[in-house]
């Protein structure tokens, strides 16, 4: 088993239905496919329909699969960049089955999870940026992530990454003909360079680590826990938000003694609430088992709604939860309950009640605690490229405290080159030494 055997899996659902799309894909992709039909395949037009009848045996007129639409790719115009066959055939389970053990039969290989896109990785057509974007448009459940996804299969944020590594290499190169060559006649003030190009290349990286911190709520979605004592209306608020009995609500505290999930789209944001036990000190030995819970929720929770009484300040509601420690380093939004019976609270950030028609102004407060607007068309969405990013933004502000330290230009040249390294990383490639190299001679004329 190896990546450039042939493979073929189905690509659509795989459940009864009208149709069904098989991929056939490969150096002996057409070779295998000419075992199954009549026609010659040499024949065939790339990228056109083509009417033909699949068989096990074309030597045995009985062993029809089907009658199918098919669409064959010469590798420079296929997705995974090699000779790909297409099938369109009815959705029967028995003609599906049938084909692809047909194809396997006659030398193909059942493709792994994956392995297309892999193979598009392999040979070019697509940099580990846009790979990962297919599966999240794969995965996507909003309007939003989706729309994320498709910039990134597009190539839009891999254009920033290739431009930012080429101005890295071309700084590097130009250390390395100063070095090297002292005698260029075009040499120029190195440092000075450097300080042109990082820092505002590091400004624009935080702006992109800002960004990829935010887009994860896209594909992930926001977890915001509602917190506060029993009886002050957390149920009431998460089937308000919900627009469903999904929590029941009692005038007797403690009604909730377990962590009670649901799920809403928000202008094209997936949200999950959580609405948890009240805290209090006087709860039965149940009911403090919820509270543990309600603890264990807030460690993970993106944001936290503290549901507080009129008149009670925030830091009294705070430490009488004793839930300053998980807290303090979180968003969080400070929600006055029973408007209507007991009026506004100046100390909270909104107050509602269970009669409002709507909470518009409640999800505005989110997402504006959350710098949702600002950067969710910025970065990338993936946990790998999130990571590399970081160090990315390590290894620059490293360049720029060594440029304020008056440090040479040869240690700062391998702080280059790691930061160039970071770059190779997110875009899965390992180049890092040839592409210096390859600007030296590209825009130097050293050596003629």
Do not use: W
């Not at 098989?22 to 024949?43: E, P």
């Not at 940099?127 to 448009?137: C, V």
């Amino acid at each position: 088993m190896t990546v450039f055997d042939t493979i073929v899996a189905e690509c659509s659902f795989p459940a009864k239905s009208s149709l069904s799309i098989i991929r056939l894909t490969g150096k002996d992709a057409f070779n295998i496919f000419q075992n199954i039909i009549k026609r010659d395949v040499s024949k065939l037009e790339f990228r056109k329909t083509h009417y033909l009848k699949l068989y096990k045996d074309i030597n045995d007129l009985n062993t029809i699969i089907d009658h199918a639409v098919v669409v064959l790719y010469d590798g420079k115009h296929s997705f995974a960049g090699e000779d790909t066959v297409e099938f369109y055939v009815h959705g029967s389970r028995v003609i599906v089955n049938e084909l692809i053990e047909t194809l396997i039969h006659f030398g193909a290989r059942r493709a792994l999870g994956g392995e297309f896109s892999q193979k598009a990785y392999l040979n070019g057509k697509l940099d580990l940026t846009e790979a990962e974007a297919i599966n999240q448009l794969i995965n996507a459940r909003t309007s939003k992530s989706k729309k994320f996804a498709l910039k990134t299969l597009e190539g839009d944020s891999s254009k920033e990454i290739k431009a930012m590594k080429e101005e890295l290499n071309y700084l590097t190169a130009q250390i390395e003909v100063d070095i090297d060559y002292p005698e260029y006649e075009e040499s120029i003030d190195i440092v000075q360079r450097i300080q042109e190009v990082v820092p505002p290349m590091l400004n624009k990286a935080k702006e992109l680590l800002k960004g990829s911190r935010q887009s994860t709520y896209l594909f992930n979605g926001i977890r915001v826990v509602i917190i506060g004592e029993p009886n002050v209306g957390k149920s009431t608020l998460l089937n308000k938000i919900l627009n469903q009995d999904k929590a029941i609500v009692t005038s007797i505290p403690g009604t909730t003694r377990d962590i009670v999930e649901g799920e809403k789209e928000i202008d094209g944001i997936l949200y999950k609430f959580y609405d948890t036990a009240g805290i209090r000190e006087e709860a039965g030995e149940i009911e403090k088992i919820g509270i543990e819970k309600t603890y264990k929720v807030l460690k993970d929770a993106d944001i936290i709604l503290l549901l507080i009484e009129k008149g009670r300040k925030i830091d009294e509601e705070i430490d009488n939860l004793e839930v300053k420690s998980l807290i303090e380093n979180k968003p969080c939004l400070y929600i006055s309950t029973k408007k209507d019976l007991v009026g506004e609270n100046e100390y909270a950030d909104i107050s509602i009640s269970k009669d409002d028609e709507n909470l518009d102004k409640l999800y505005k407060l989110i997402q504006e605690k959350l710098n949702i607007d600002e950067y969710l068309d910025t970065g990338f969405a993936s946990q790998r490229d999130l990571d590399i990013l970081e160090v990315f933004v390590e290894r620059l502000e490293e360049i720029v405290r060594d440029l304020k330290d008056g440090l040479t230009v040869d240690v700062m040249e391998s702080g280059l080159i790691e930061a160039t390294r970071c770059l190779d990383q997110m875009l899965g490639v390992e180049s890092t030494l040839e592409d210096i190299y390859s600007t030296v001679f590209k825009y130097f004329c050293v050596g003629k």
